[in-house]
């Protein structure tokens, strides 16, 4: 499967809200999409294109040299075919091309399929955020990779 990842454009959104409202129960709207890309000098995303159709993105908040990912996901007709692995590559590439040397996300608990990808690359778990998810006071876990090992690795 031939895929392109590239900087997310105003013009990648409304293929981006489908795929966030297959994948999450609280969705970003696209608003908070615009505004991501146009207004927030510290926001950096990137979407996965097959044939100039977006099946996945994922984004980042850079501040100083740590990220915090904000989001990622994969079309569901997409999933368990290495896409997300990709695009976990290219982000963490991204992020070391800006010079970020820590990258953090927060997990849902029961998202097990999501912890392997993100432990495939590093991630540890740190911690966790009480009742973090407001549609069902789930917890979150939280990880964490140090881009220094990792940046060797890839």
Same mark, same amino acid.
């Given at each position: 499967?031939?895929?392109?990842?590239?900087?997310?454009?105003? &013009?990648?959104?409304? *293929?981006?809200?489908?795929? *966030?409202? #297959? !994948?999450?129960? /609280?969705?970003?709207?696209? %608003?908070?999409?615009?505004?991501?890309?146009?207004?927030?000098?510290?926001?950096?995303? $990137?979407?996965?294109?097959?044939?100039?159709? /977006?099946?996945?993105?994922?984004?980042?908040?850079?501040? =100083?040299? %740590?990220?915090? $990912?904000? @989001?990622?996901?994969?079309?569901?007709? =997409?999933?368990?075919? +290495?896409?997300?692995?990709?695009?976990?590559?290219?982000?963490?590439?991204?992020?070391?091309?800006? &010079?970020?040397?820590?990258?953090?996300? %927060?997990? +849902? &608990? !029961?998202?097990?399929? #999501?912890?392997?990808?993100?432990?495939? =690359?590093?991630? &540890?778990?740190?911690?966790? +955020?009480? @009742?973090?998810? #407001?549609?069902?006071?789930?917890? #979150?876990? $939280?990880? @964490?990779?140090?881009? +220094?090992?990792? @940046?060797?690795?890839?």
């Amino acid at each position: 499967m031939q895929i392109n990842i590239t900087p997310m454009t105003l &013009e990648d959104i409304d *293929e981006v809200i489908k795929i *966030e409202h #297959a !994948s999450f129960t /609280v969705p970003w709207s696209k %608003e908070s999409f615009e505004s991501e890309i146009k207004n927030n000098k510290h926001a950096i995303y $990137i979407v996965v294109k097959q044939e100039n159709k /977006v099946i996945g993105y994922g984004g980042m908040w850079k501040i =100083f040299e %740590e990220g915090h $990912i904000t @989001n990622v996901a994969i079309h569901p007709d =997409f999933r368990r075919k +290495r896409i997300g692995s990709a695009l976990m590559e290219a982000m963490i590439k991204t992020a070391v091309d800006n &010079e970020i040397t820590l990258l953090t996300l %927060e997990v +849902r &608990e !029961s998202n097990i399929p #999501a912890q392997r990808l993100y432990s495939k =690359f590093g991630f &540890e778990v740190v911690g966790k +955020r009480k @009742n973090y998810y #407001a549609d069902n006071n789930e917890d #979150a876990l $939280i990880m @964490n990779v140090e881009l +220094r090992m990792q @940046n060797a690795q890839l």
